[in-house]
């Protein structure tokens, strides 16, 4: 049974592959080996070597277990947290129902009305 790779737009490809390149450049930041990494990440060298290439076919998990080892698993937090898009979405949607209460207070005049 062959397995089918994830299509990904090139827009998001591009995007997985600055992520996994943000990885590799966190990890030599560190002067950690990939050895180290993948041992401690507990995945293959290999499944290191697609998280850096930003492959679409590794798991997030893979992806969380290596930021984890990187001290970065925090990160993962910060994607989709102030959506502002589907915010404004949502505000589109809301309807009003009902009028504010009046206030009670009479009309004012300005100026020079009569």
């Given at each position: 049974?062959?397995?089918?790779?994830p299509?990904?737009?090139?827009?998001?490809?591009?995007?997985?592959?600055?992520?996994g390149?943000?990885?590799?450049?966190?990890?030599?930041?560190?002067?950690?080996?990939?050895?180290?990494?993948?041992?401690?990440?507990?995945?293959?060298?290999?499944?290191?070597?697609s998280?850096?290439?930003?492959?679409?076919?590794?798991?997030?998990?893979?992806?969380v277990?290596?930021?984890?080892?990187?001290?970065?698993?925090?990160?993962?937090?910060?994607v989709a947290?102030?959506?502002k898009?589907?915010?404004?979405l949502?505000?589109?949607?809301?309807?009003?129902?009902?009028?504010?209460?009046k206030?009670?207070?009479?009309?004012?005049?300005?100026?020079?009305q009569?």
């Amino acid at each position: 049974m062959k397995t089918r790779s994830p299509i990904l737009l090139p827009k998001a490809q591009k995007t997985i592959s600055i992520l996994g390149e943000n990885i590799k450049l966190a990890r030599l930041r560190r002067k950690f080996s990939m050895q180290q990494v993948a041992e401690r990440a507990n995945i293959s060298r290999p499944t290191l070597l697609s998280v850096e290439k930003g492959s679409p076919n590794v798991s997030i998990g893979a992806y969380v277990k290596v930021l984890s080892v990187l001290g970065l698993e925090k990160d993962i937090l910060e994607v989709a947290k102030d959506d502002k898009l589907g915010r404004r979405l949502q505000d589109a949607k809301l309807t009003i129902k009902e009028r504010a209460p009046k206030t009670g207070l009479k009309k004012q005049t300005y100026g020079n009305q009569k």
